[in-house]
């Protein structure tokens, strides 16, 4: 769930940045507590304050989500191209993070094809230079 909150977050940022609103498609899984995760964020979000070269500051900011427009939208992945997408794409990347014997060439190598389409700054401190955050 803190993966979402962050999700969030970045989403919403994304949005502002690009002075817009949107709304969230989400798989079926979890309604209740998404909704909830949404719904609080939109009142409060407490985060950490902005990072000083000497590391965290340990202060907070109050930086509710104001972009997102309306509660996720619930829907099946076998509904939606844009969700199976996603999890192709989630899948593509576990495997080219962390590669099994068996996995199809295709889908370890997802990942490295779709290189040029990767919003790299989305995190700048990616060591491999994905843009990805590692948890």
């Not at 509904?79 to 590669?99: K, T, V």
């Not at 990767?118 to 948890?135: E, M, Q, V, Y």
Request: hydrophobic share 40%; aromatic share 8%.
């Amino acid at each position: 769930m803190k993966l979402f909150e962050w999700m969030l977050n970045r989403i919403n940022r994304t949005l502002e940045f690009l002075d817009a609103c949107g709304i969230l498609v989400i798989d079926e899984g979890n309604e209740k507590k998404l909704v909830s995760i949404v719904r609080t964020m939109k009142k409060a979000n407490t985060i950490p304050d902005s990072i000083s070269k000497y590391g965290f500051n340990n202060q907070t900011r109050d930086l509710p989500i104001s972009r997102i427009i309306e509660d996720p939208l619930f829907k099946q992945s076998s509904g939606s191209y844009m969700i199976q997408l996603a999890d192709f794409l989630a899948y593509g990347l576990l495997r080219h993070e962390r590669p099994v014997a068996n996995t199809h060439p295709t889908v370890q190598d997802a990942f490295t094809i779709l290189d040029k389409c990767l919003i790299k700054n989305a995190f700048s401190k990616d060591p491999k230079k994905k843009g990805i955050i590692r948890t």
